[in-house]
């Protein structure tokens, strides 16, 4: 995914954008389960949402960066008028629970391979990551000095 849109879409950015009324009523989508497809890329994101009413065709939507910010586009009579619509709101949900979860999974990833690994190769690879970047070590020392205040 280009980082344009990741680095302005954000739950706080979208619900500033939206409002609160409107946001609430992508987020009841997207809970719902509405959200048929979601794909990001290239600056950004295109959707397929449900309808709620039987015989209607599904709403496509897309979510991309400008120069000035976020723009957005619906099949929806909302989208037509160019207003961000629910349904925008709720693609964009959808994708930032997928980025959440991606990222819990490597994290659960990490964790399995780190306690595969003898603690002197952890603690090797460690302090050589410090020696690198002197915020990681200085993170280190706080997390060390937390644990052993608490043992």
Known sequence: MDTGIANILH????AV???ARTFERGERCFTAGRVASCEAGRGELRGVVRPTEAGRAPYQTRLWVRADGLAYECTCPVGLERLLCKHTV???????ERQR???SQGLDVLRQALEAIGGA???DGLLGLARRDPELGDALKRMCLDALSKG
Request: no cysteine; net charge neutral.
């Open 11 to 14: 739950r706080g950015t979208i």
């Open 17 to 19: 954008l939206a409002g």
């Open 90 to 96: 709720a693609i964009a949900l959808a994708h930032l």
């Open 101 to 103: 979860a991606d990222a």
């Open 121 to 123: 190769a952890l603690i």
